[in-house]
T-cell receptor, first 116, second 110 residues
Framework: ETGVTQTPRHLVMGMTNKKSLKCEQH?????MYWYKQSAKKPLELMFV???????ENNSVPSRFSPECPNSSHLFLHLHTLQPEDSALYLC???????????????FGPGTRLTVL | EDQVTQSPEALRLQEGESSSLNCSYT??????LFWYRQDPGKGPEFLFT???AGEEKEKERLKATLTKKESFLHITAPKPEDSATYLC???????????FGPGTRLSVLP
């Protein structure tokens, strides 16, 4: 599946490191999302971008900083993370349909993040 | 508040043993209900979108149905390769965001 790609696939970092996750979508979509998936918990929405503007920030700690330079690329900048931030980070994209029709999201393979 | 629950939490089936997974939801106006399949360590793979009560969709051994309060994912004669976690999500009419359920972990034994 190459519609939504994420790099790196695995990342191990210390609490004082700074790293970035990258997501790219090849589907011509206008909306992109970051989710966090922890063990035994439902997917948690972190950020939503529509046409490169942030439209939602679900009270995410400031140690996570998103960036959306264009409608095809999305980054998640990480700094001074905590061990409880270890999780699978998923990127998704959608057409951003308005007016009532359902807007299917398509996911990338995820980045498995481990914070030591 | 929009909510999604799924049952059972885990299900073990023998190959060929048909069963159903349940997704119950509470939402103020349904825009769409979505089913995804997720393999360990991978991203969710889209299966179906259902829009209104009474709608049904099929793909190979999977069939999804929708009522006003719940959706079922029926698995007919499953094979070991159907083993995965199945996620359900809803999108409310007034919003863009998805609310996901916790998933059902399905194991199909040969």
């Amino acid at each position: 599946e190459t519609g939504v790609t994420q790099t790196p696939r695995h990342l191990v970092m210390g609490m004082t490191n700074k790293k970035s996750l990258k997501c790219e979508q090849h589907l011509g979509h206008n909306a992109m999302y970051w989710y966090k998936q922890s063990a035994k918990k439902p997917l948690e929405l972190m950020f939503v971008y529509s046409l490169e503007e942030r439209v939602e920030n679900n009270s995410v700690p400031s140690r996570f900083s998103p960036e959306c330079p264009n409608s095809s690329h999305l980054f998640l900048h990480l700094h001074t993370l905590q061990p409880e931030d270890s999780a699978l980070y998923l990127c998704a994209s959608s057409q951003d349909i308005r007016g009532g029709a359902a807007d299917t999201q398509y996911f990338g393979p995820g980045t498995r993040l481990t914070v030591l | 508040e929009d909510q999604v629950t799924q049952s059972p939490e885990a299900l073990r089936l023998q190959e060929g043993e048909s069963s159903s997974l349940n997704c119950s939801y509470t939402v103020s106006g349904l825009r769409g209900l979505f089913w995804y399949r997720q393999d360990p360590g991978k991203g969710p793979e889209f299966l179906f979108t259902l829009y209104s009560a009474g709608e049904e969709k099929e793909k190979e051994r999977l069939k999804a149905t929708l009522t006003k309060k719940e959706s079922f994912l029926h698995i007919t004669a499953p094979k070991p390769e159907d083993s995965a976690t199945y996620l359900c999500a809803v999108q409310a009419y007034y919003g863009q965001n998805f609310v996901f359920g916790p998933g059902t972990r399905l194991s199909v034994l040969p």
